[in-house]
């Protein structure tokens, strides 16, 4: 991970919510399964993995100015197959994270399914708590 070449694109206003939706979901694992936690875990870390690694790759690609992040591809031959791959990336990011939990609602019990919306979100939010710290570790 060449970390020179990544820049967070988001404030801190974005780390805070996300922060906030984290714990809220932990505390909500928590009073729902008590000791069972681990059913939370073993969800959500998967999850983590594959939105961390997607959202690195895109915010890799972005191009930050004044405080606004603007897509960027970058230059050479290869920026329309780069832009393809970037775009196929973010329509199955909206597919999971609007249509997956529905779908999942017709195969899954109520609890397990309140569990895997609970971990998603903490899948989503936990790389961005990452991406942010590495990227102020790297200026500091």
């Known amino acids: 991970m060449n970390l020179k070449e ?3 694109p988001f404030s801190f206003r974005w780390i805070l919510l996300s ?17 069972n936690i ?9 999850q983590i993995l594959i939105f961390f690694a997607i959202k690195y ?8 100015i004044d405080g606004n992040p603007l897509l960027f591809f970058g230059e050479g031959e290869d ?3 780069r832009g393809f791959l970037y775009t196929i990336l973010l ?6 994270g609007f249509a ?3 779908i999942l609602l017709f195969v899954m019990t109520p609890l397990m399914w309140f569990i895997a919306l609970l971990s998603f979100i903490v899948g989503i939010n936990v790389p961005e708590l990452i991406l942010y710290t590495l990227s102020r570790c790297r200026r500091v």
């Open 6 to 8: 990544f820049r967070y």
């Open 19 to 35: 922060s906030i939706l984290i714990c809220a979901c932990v505390v909500l694992a928590i009073m729902i399964l008590g000791i």
């Open 38 to 46: 681990y059913i939370f875990v073993i969800t959500s870390l998967p």
């Open 57 to 64: 790759k895109l915010y890799k690609s972005l191009d930050v």
């Open 79 to 81: 920026v329309e197959e």
């Open 91 to 96: 329509v199955l990011l909206v597919f999971f």
């Open 100 to 102: 997956l939990p529905f």
